[in-house]
């Protein structure tokens, strides 16, 4: 499976922007690049996916790097709410044994400050 | 509201027990995914199921089963062969699983716990 690589944690202040980053070097062609966070004692959320062109809605942004070995999550004002575990996942193209599952790494701690 | 339901919120299991753990959807997803989360780790998947009457074993399915009767409804069982089950559950569904392009919902999870 390709794996991402994500800073342990990040620490940001409340109304600023934050760039998460993720590293997947060895991303196939097909596969989409997701983000989900998980607040403490909650199910992951999904917060947003992209292939190959950057991505909005209405919580954040996804740029994609032009050889797709790497992206970042844009949060344009973080809140307080904002603070959790951000997940980047690769997600496997479904198909023949495939099932699409979600890989979960570590992800990075974002600690918002007032 | 649509979403997934998961209950109990907190399971505690006795030696030699098997518990089971409830999962329902009203977001008419095929797709239903049961995974576990150990302290300070990421998820890894147990079961999965496409369709109803359909499920397969992820990446850590020992002692652990399922049943997929109905599209609502996905329990899972953790069995006594199951030795180190205190962990927190996870129940997810999606429309389907063919396409990578589909995000996956959440409940808000079981905690186990050995007693």
């Known amino acids: 499976d390709a794996k991402t690589t994500q800073p342990n944690s990040m620490e940001s202040n409340e109304e600023e922007p934050v760039h998460l980053p993720c590293n997947h070097s060895?991303?196939?062609?097909?596969?989409?690049i997701h983000w989900y966070r998980q607040l403490p004692s909650q199910g992951p959320e999904y917060v947003i996916h992209?292939?190959?062109s950057n991505v909005n809605n209405r919580m954040a942004s996804l740029a994609i790097a032009e050889d797709r070995k790497s992206s970042t999550l844009i949060l344009h004002r973080a809140t307080l709410r904002d603070a959790a575990v951000y997940y980047c996942?690769?997600?496997?193209?479904?198909?023949?044994?495939?099932?699409?599952?979600?890989?979960f790494g570590q992800g990075t701690i974002l600690t918002v400050h007032p | 509201d649509g979403g997934i339901t998961q209950s109990p919120k907190y399971l505690f299991r006795k030696e030699g027990q098997n518990v089971t753990l409830s999962c329902e959807q009203n977001?008419?997803?095929?797709?239903m995914y049961w995974y576990r989360q150990d302290p300070g780790q990421g998820l890894r998947l147990i079961y999965y199921?496409?369709?109803?009457?359909?499920?397969q074993k992820g990446d850590i399915a020992e002692g652990y089963s399922v049943s997929r009767e109905k599209k609502e409804s996905f329990p899972l069982t953790v069995t006594s062969a199951q030795k180190n089950p205190t962990a927190f559950y996870l129940c997810?569904?999606?429309?389907?699983?063919?396409?990578?392009?589909?995000?996956?919902?959440f409940g808000d999870g079981t905690r186990l716990s050995i007693l």
């Open positions: 997810a569904s999606s429309i389907g699983t063919a396409s990578s392009n589909q995000p996956q919902h």
């Open positions: 060895t991303i196939s062609g097909t596969d989409y």
């Open positions: 992209g292939l190959t």
């Open positions: 996942i690769l997600r496997l193209n479904a198909g023949g044994t495939s099932y699409g599952k979600l890989t």
């Open positions: 977001l008419n997803h095929d797709a």
């Open positions: 199921s496409q369709i109803v009457n359909d499920f």
